[in-house]
């Protein structure tokens, strides 16, 4: 039970006054509604005057609040200003125990109360404001508004990835993609991903696919600090082994049946890597890139043809779809490219 203010109102008007409660956002939806045999009391989250209705102070049992919106504007309710409730957005990420949310400017000012909100009605420890990206390789900006911050473990499709968000991308636009590679059919397969990451890709294919090898490969050297422990928290370190540098200079050569390229900064420039990585007849590439509304899925089949071709080498294109949307008029796409030497 809890103490709260409440509309009294005979049985017969409850219908009327029930709208003008929901229109003015004030009922509290944590708390359940009572009904006797003349009247109907609706807890409510601030006293208001309404005609023929009682304001009164009394108990209301709580109600299972399992709805995670409802449950976040509650909290949000207890600590901001009504009309700062309204405009904090409804969508928020959740990665491990951790929350990414964006806000107005306008509601910038309560971030810290924001934050507790998402933190307290969602169950999680840190929350981060979502500052857009920066740099042409749009790094993204977090600044973190409650919490203590530092890595998390965030699970998906049974693979665990450890993780700072506020250090190192994790992309929920790209679920379908990682879940499509947990799903191929590549059974004792050589895999080189040459962008690995912190094993975004890697991982959904050594815990669900049954490959004989993957060579990771990831330069950036805080990134293969996480993508080495990921590999031991999924426990698949005999199948996984994970390199440190440039795919350039570091990847094994003439040995993959496939070749992941998830990479989105001109990766047409990495494409005759790829060949050099790839067995000498050829093989698979999950080959990644940008293109424009305009040019759409064709761009970066084009793209990627003209240097196959220039190599020596015949090109199919499996299957195609777009990732995700990346900025203004710019899609993620992945072509699953068949090449083969002429
Ligand atoms: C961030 S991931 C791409 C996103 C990822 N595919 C996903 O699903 O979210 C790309 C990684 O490639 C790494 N990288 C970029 N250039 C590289 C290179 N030449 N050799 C090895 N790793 C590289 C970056 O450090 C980065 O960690």
């Keep these: 039970m809890t103490l709260s203010w409440g509309v009294k109102v005979p049985k017969e008007d409850a219908e009327r006054v029930h709208k003008i409660l929901l229109k003015r956002k004030i009922i509290d939806i944590s708390l359940r509604t009572l009904r006797d045999e003349k009247y109907v009391y609706f807890p409510v989250v601030a006293p208001i005057v309404i005609e023929n209705t009682e304001l009164v102070r009394m108990n209301f049992p709580k109600k299972n609040m399992l709805n995670p919106k409802d449950k976040i504007r509650h909290e949000l309710l207890k600590r901001v200003p009504k009309e700062i409730v309204e ?31 998402f933190a307290i009605a969602l169950g ?3 929350v981060y404001l979502d500052k857009g990206v920066e740099g042409e390789l749009r790094k993204p900006r977090f600044e973190l508004i409650y919490g203590t911050g530092g890595p998390t473990i965030h699970k998906e499709n049974k693979v665990l990835y450890k993780l700072d968000p506020a250090r190192i991308m994790f992309s929920s636009g790209n679920i379908d993609e990682r879940i499509r590679m947990s799903r191929l059919n590549i059974t004792d397969e050589i895999i080189v991903d040459m962008f690995a990451g912190i094993g975004y890709f890697s991982l959904q294919i050594a815990v669900h696919c049954n490959p004989r090898l993957i060579y990771a490969i990831e330069k950036n050297p805080e990134a293969f600090e996480y ?15 994970p390199i440190l540098g440039d795919n350039r200079n570091v990847s094994p050569e003439g040995i993959a049946d496939r070749v992941i390229m998830g990479y989105l ?8 890597r ?12 999950h080959y990644h890139d940008l293109v424009h509304n305009y040019g759409g899925i064709e761009e970066a089949k084009r793209r990627a043809l003209n240097i ?5 080498y015949r090109m199919s294109v499996l299957s195609s779809r777009y990732v995700k949307s990346y900025s203004p008029n ?6 699953d490219l068949k090449v083969e030497q002429e």
């Design 87 to 117: 405009i904090v957005p409804e969508y928020w990420e959740v990665i491990g125990d951790a929350v990414i949310i964006k806000l107005p400017e306008d509601a910038e000012k309560y971030k810290k109360a924001i934050g507790e909100s």
């Design 124 to 126: 999680k420890k840190d």
């Design 227 to 241: 993508l080495k422990e990921n590999i031991l928290l999924n426990n698949v370190n005999d199948t996984v082994i």
């Design 265 to 272: 900064h001109k990766t047409h420039k990495f494409l005759r």
């Design 274 to 285: 790829a060949l050099e990585i790839l067995k000498p007849e050829g093989g698979i590439i």
């Design 308 to 312: 196959l071709e220039n190599a020596g």
């Design 330 to 335: 710019v899609w993620h796409v992945v072509l």
